[in-house]
């Protein structure tokens, strides 16, 4: 089969959660069918990465994205119906891209991610097309309104209202839908019960996160991009309000917060027995050095890859109801699941007194993405639904 993959990002390198998904289910494509991948290069240096998706693909292309016209599309854009993002993302560039590949190439599946670039095929009639909407941007910014007290919160409101109508709009005019997590899956039929939607999760790499007995001290670790609202929330949670109880029982504990671009208010918060590293080349070494993975997730949707990383590394997971959302996973088994302060605290102790808890915890979490989470796993059921879509327009 030939696709057309639109990817918003250059999936590679894959360091972070869409480029991730969408490198790896590229790299699955290209084993059966003939991947054209097509991006926004947000930089120069990305120019270079295209090399290593062309190694495999049919074909790969970039298109430059201008900071300063998206800033331009939004205030032109923004008594417009549609999410600012939309307009954010939107280029003629892109367009004519997208328009001359479709006239010049056979296509017989477009696979769009994220609304974002399912706008430039929402009018494309005659080849079946996949909408992957990750999450539901919807359901997201619903929870972030709910503990967001900055001054952008009136434009969150705008936004998410806007983002409810438009995500669910342009997921009918494809031919089938995906989302990472059943959170997202039932909060959008909710919305429209007549949505053709699946599930299909994010996966891990399980030749490159293998478990580790590094033992090192007490630490705790928390990563994720970190100017992304919902990580910055709850590593900046995390430290005011639940780490002095842990600090109160074991008084040598450190905390290292590890991913890219730390905001300011991330970056205050290093001190003697708390390091806020920015980016690093290889997320393992901390993933080796860490006694517990701490993720007291308030917001966000769909599921954290952060999370299956430290599964498949073999570190136990303290997480909110929220974080364990979207992962097959049992609580007390596979996870620790808390939603206050003193809870959250008393089982980081818990895992920091008893060895065997954290050992039991870290070997049930890794069987588990042995099983459910295996990237070639993952590729066959998009295969399934590509099937299922190509048979459906045939028919």
Known sequence: ???????????????????????????????????????FAESREETNNIKELRSFCERAELVPFSRLQARKNCIFNFFSKNPLQIHYWRSTKMQRMIDNLLQQMDFE?????????????ADCEGVPKMLDLCDSMALNLSRRIEIDRSAILPLLKMEQKR??????EIARVFDHSTVVAQCDHDYLLKQ????????????????????????????????????????????????????????????????????????NQVKQLASDNVTVTGYVPDVRVYFNRATVFVSPMRSGSGLQVKHLEAMAMGVPIVTTTIGAMGIEAIASQDLLVADTPHDFASH?????????????IGNSGRKLIEEKYDWQILGKRLNEVYSQITERKAC
Do not use: W
């Not at 599946?109 to 095929?121: D, S």
């Not at 780490?243 to 671009?261: D, M, Q, Y």
């Not at 980081?348 to 039991?360: F, H, T």
């Open 1 to 39: 089969m030939r696709i057309l993959f639109l990817s918003l990002r250059c999936p590679f390198p894959p360091h972070r959660g869409d480029r991730i998904r969408n490198y790896s289910f590229i790299k699955q494509l290209a084993k059966d069918h003939a991947v054209t991948v097509v991006s």
């Open 109 to 121: 599946l477009v696979h769009a991610h994220l609304f974002r670039m399912g706008q430039y095929v």
């Open 163 to 168: 983002v409810r109508d438009y995500e669910v």
């Open 192 to 263: 429209d019960s007549d949505l053709n939607l699946s599930v299909i999760p994010v996966g891990i790499d399980l030749d490159y996160f293998q478990p580790s007995n590094t033992d090192g001290g007490l630490n705790l670790l928390f990563t994720g991009t970190m100017d992304y609202f919902p990580n910055y929330d709850a590593a900046i949670y995390f430290h005011n309000e639940i780490l002095p109880l842990i600090v109160a029982k074991h008084s040598e504990v450190t905390f290292s917060i590890v991913g890219n671009n730390p905001t």
């Open 348 to 360: 980081v102790n818990m895992l920091l007194n008893d060895r065997e808890l954290r050992e039991s």
